[in-house]
């Protein structure tokens, strides 16, 4: 097999190409995570005129706050559900979808637009389906199952609203690679299985579901991370963190502390925390989950 390589006759028209890219890594990436981690160590004024290094003031007074560890409680629990709910779509709508239809393509490619959609359109769209005054949705839960539909005002209800709207908007994505998984798994091994007897059923847990273990590693990393930023959009257009501060998930309180309360020296704190317990989870995930992963080749 003849390899083709590229060759620069000057040594440094390479490092001129990718320079654009370093830059704006380095300006939006890599500038501002350090200077967050730095603002985490500091007291400042609201326009950070004046700051005074506090050391870990900041980081000590958030374990302290009960508002905090709550929040922190909201988000494990919100993004946990979130993750449930959309996998468990994603699966069985890709699963439905891989079967031999007239419409298939049309049937995938309106199970792939909702994920197009804005998190904050998501969350409207969702918010007008649910709303307690003028919800269809809502309406046909207080007229028909007697039960008193209020996400304004009730916490569980407002919870169950944004899980659902994050949810629904992720379910495309997990679809997407779901549906690539199935399509790559032999047709000659569910036949073989078929012939011996096995039920659909014992089929999909026994053979399916073990050869999308690497599909089902992925999406549930890229879905937790999801859960804890891209849904911003649907709980400021929704719920702004309410009631009561039900919904103020982590990246939320963020926004709240920093933009709104004007803290910056508690939101940078805010920030690092947040994305330690990301990196926490995600090593877990590696660390752990992933020995359970089968990998074919």
């Known amino acids: 097999m ?27 990436f890599y500038w501002p995570a350090v200077q967050g981690v730095v603002s985490s160590f500091q007291l400042s004024d609201p326009f950070g005129l004046y700051t005074k290094f506090v050391w870990f003031d900041n980081f000590i007074a958030l374990f302290k706050d009960p508002l905090y560890l709550k929040s922190i409680a909201t988000t494990l629990f919100f993004s946990g559900s979130v993750a449930f709910v959309s996998i468990t779509f994603g699966l069985f709508l890709a699963t439905m979808a891989n079967r031999v239809l007239k419409v298939t393509t049309l049937t995938r490619t309106l199970l792939i637009w909702p994920y197009a959609i804005a998190p904050a359109i998501s969350g409207i769209l969702w918010l007008f389906l649910l709303h307690p005054s003028y919800g269809v949705v809502a309406i046909f839960i207080e007229d028909f199952l007697g039960i008193d539909w209020n996400p304004l005002l009730q916490s569980s209800h407002a919870m169950l609203m944004i899980v659902m709207a994050s949810a629904w908007k992720n379910v495309s994505y997990n679809f997407v690679f779901f549906l690539a998984g199935l399509q790559a798994i032999p047709h000659s091994l569910i ?22 273990s690497p599909t089902m590693f992925f999406v549930t990393v890229m879905t937790i991370i999801f859960s804890f930023f891209e849904s911003f959009g ?19 309180k963020v926004y709240q502390d920093g933009f709104i309360g004007l803290n910056l020296g508690s939101s940078s704190a805010q920030s690092v925390v947040l994305m330690s317990l990301i990196i926490l989870i995600t090593f877990l995930q590696f660390k752990y989950v992933e020995r359970k992963v089968q990998y074919t080749g």
């Open 234 to 252: 649907i709980i400021h257009a929704v719920t702004q963190g309410g009631p009561g501060g039900s919904t103020n998930i982590l990246v939320y």
């Open 2 to 28: 003849i390899k083709k390589r590229s060759y620069f006759k000057s040594r440094s028209l390479p490092y001129l190409l990718i320079l654009p890219q370093v830059l704006i890594t380095l300006t939006f």
């Open 191 to 212: 036949e073989a299985a078929a012939m011996d007897g096995a039920s659909p059923f014992r089929r999909f847990w026994t053979i399916t579901f073990p050869l999308l």
